[in-house]
């Protein structure tokens, strides 16, 4: 009896010893969990609040929109010439001065102003409407300022193409690819159903590179972070009058312009 | 026995249907796993091959977050190695094929994710679409 038992003991001892050193048994190492860090880019631009001055005295030709607004569309795979006006995706997009200044309004405006074209886009407000109404944190606040969209997450309710007073949001409402001419590989593109909008070039920053428009504008546009009073975007907002879309609603927009 | 007669046949019924799947596929060829058309150029994935083979859909889940609500743009793996945390630039630098790798696996288990709705398949950029 008592040496069976020993036995038995003996057995369980030599085998779980066996076992804890985990050796012989092939692709076991497989079954681990494979836990890796994430980190930052080395190479990353940082800020607490990107911000954006357009100015607007610099962009005089059709040429000078062009230029800029064609840098976003082709990187970031933005559809073009879609027949129906109303389905049209725009992330970044020339309009005019009372469009894009409804409470400029003034009917002896200077002439200047009456045939101006204005660059518009997402403002990245410090308290952005959108993100308040949307229902699954597709859109949310990153922590260096920028308005970003989880297109993964995007149900298409267009809550925030409500919430939005600056109409800078585009659905999908149909499949963009047709529309796309030359796919960036590197970006991707969208799908029927989803709410897009310009990103302030987070993929370009973390990169260290500026935003494609910045970098197209020829320095008609000035970027940089708002909370750094040392910053080329504060050093342009000290030294000129600038004005930003609809202040009076408080969401407080992070593009400036100089009229 | 009561009610043989209903019994019996009930049993060999039941029986039948049981064992259906076994005969049914008597003489039919038997299943084959799929064969991924594995990268020329490069011996090591990010993590161990048969990790990944079961689990590579999780770290994409993880990455996508990661690099999309994270701002985590880097990816050192269990070796420390650093990789870029993208589909098209890391992924597909190797596997450089959607039908000849992701495919393979994913239509014979009729599994049908959605990361080629948007993103741009390698084939995409060759064909020059």
Not at chain 1, 234 to 252: A, D, F, M, S, W
Not at chain 2, 105 to 122: E, G, I, L, N, R
Request: with cysteine.
């Amino acid at each position: 009896m008592d040496n069976k038992r020993r036995k038995i003991l003996k057995f369980a001892a030599v085998s779980a010893a066996l076992g804890f050193t985990g050796l012989p048994i092939e692709g076991l190492a497989s079954y681990f969990p494979k836990i890796g860090k994430y980190v930052r880019s080395d190479k990353e631009k940082k800020a607490k609040q990107w911000a954006m001055v357009i100015d607007t005295r610099k962009f005089k030709t059709k040429e000078d929109f062009k230029r800029v607004i064609e840098a976003c569309n082709s990187i970031h795979n933005v559809p073009e010439d879609i027949p129906n006006k109303k389905q049209e995706i725009k992330w970044i997009w020339e309009d005019e001065f009372e469009h894009v200044f409804p409470d400029q309004e003034n009917p002896f405006l200077a002439e200047r102003y009456k045939d101006q074209e204005v660059l518009s886009l997402c403002n990245h407000c410090q308290h952005p409407p959108c993100v308040r109404v949307c229902p699954t944190q597709a859109t949310f606040k990153r922590s260096d300022g920028i308005v970003m969209m989880d297109f993964h997450r995007c149900i298409g309710c267009r809550y925030c193409m409500a919430a939005c007073p600056y109409g800078s949001r585009s659905f999908n409402f149909r499949d963009p690819a047709p529309y796309v001419k030359h796919k960036n590989p590197d970006f991707p593109t969208r799908m029927r159903g989803v709410v897009e909008k310009c990103l302030f070039c987070y993929e370009r920053l973390a990169d260290g590179k500026m935003p494609a428009c910045v970098e197209a504008s020829n320095g008609a546009m000035i970027f940089g972070d708002l909370m750094d009073p040392n910053s080329e975007v504060r050093k342009v907002l000290r030294e000129n009058y600038t004005i930003v879309r609809k202040p009076e609603l408080g969401t407080e927009p992070c593009v400036f312009y100089i009229i | 026995m009561y009610d043989k007669g209903k019994i019996i046949p009930g049993l060999i019924i039941f029986f039948f249907l049981l064992t259906f799947p076994f005969w049914y596929s008597l003489g039919q060829a038997s299943y084959e796993s799929p064969k991924p058309k594995l990268p020329v150029n490069e011996k090591k994935c990010i993590e161990d091959v048969n990790w990944m083979r079961a689990n590579h859909m999780e770290l994409l889940n993880k990455w996508r977050d990661m690099v999309v609500r994270h701002d985590m743009t880097h990816y050192v793996n269990t070796a420390g190695k650093d990789y870029e945390i993208s589909l098209e630039k890391t992924c597909m630098k190797c596997h450089t094929s959607r039908k000849e790798f992701c495919e393979k696996c994913h239509v014979k288990v009729s599994v049908s994710p959605y990361c080629w709705d948007c993103h741009v398949a390698p084939e995409e950029v060759r064909d020059g679409q």
